[in-house]
C-alpha cells in the first residue's frame, strides 16, 4: 500500500495508480442445485514486488486459508488506476454510507468467478456488469481510502447546486391561448 507519508506530503505528487490483489472466497452451497458459492471478501496491498496487470498472473491463484469447506483464494497483479474524469464517482463513492472497491470477474472455463479487474469508480463497475462480468463491492482500505481521498481533493470540485426557479405554468397556457385566438 501506498506509505502514509506520501499522503501527508502535500509537495510530493501523487501516484495515479496502485497494486493490489484480490481475495476470493469459495462456501459450500447448502442448495441441492448450487455445488458451491462465490464472493469477494478484500482487495489489499499487492504482495508481490513488481507485479504486473498480467492476466497470467492473476490465473497463478494461490489458496490462503481452508477451513471446514471454506476456501480463501488470493489473486495478485491487479492495478487501480485513478482517472480526473472519473473525480465524480471517486468522490460519491467516498461519502457513500458504505465506500467500497468493485471487483468486476469474469467465468473461467471451469465455470468459477475470476478476478478481471479492480475499481474505485461505480460508474465502470457497472459499464462491465452490463456487458461482461459479474461485480462484487468489498469495503474500501484505509490506505486506498485516503489515497483516493487525496486524488479526489486534488484533482475534483463539486459543482454547486443551484435551485431553478419555478415556473407559472397557469400564465404560461393561458398566454398561450390568448395567442391563437
Known sequence: M???SILEDTKQSLPQSMSVAVIMERRQSSNPWVDEVWR???VTGDPQ???TDDTATRTRARVIQE???TQQILYSGFTIT???DECESYYHNLVSPEPGCYVITRTSDDEKPVPSKV???FD???AYVECEGEAFTVPLPAELYRWTEEFVLQHYMPEKRVKRKRRDWRKESHGAAANRS
Open 2 to 4: 501506498i506509505p502514509v
Open 40 to 42: 469477494a471478501t478484500g
Open 49 to 51: 514486488t513488481g507485479a
Open 67 to 69: 477451513q471446514a469447506g
Open 82 to 84: 485513478l482517472h480526473v
Open 119 to 121: 475499481t474505485l469508480s
Open 124 to 126: 465502470e463497475a457497472n
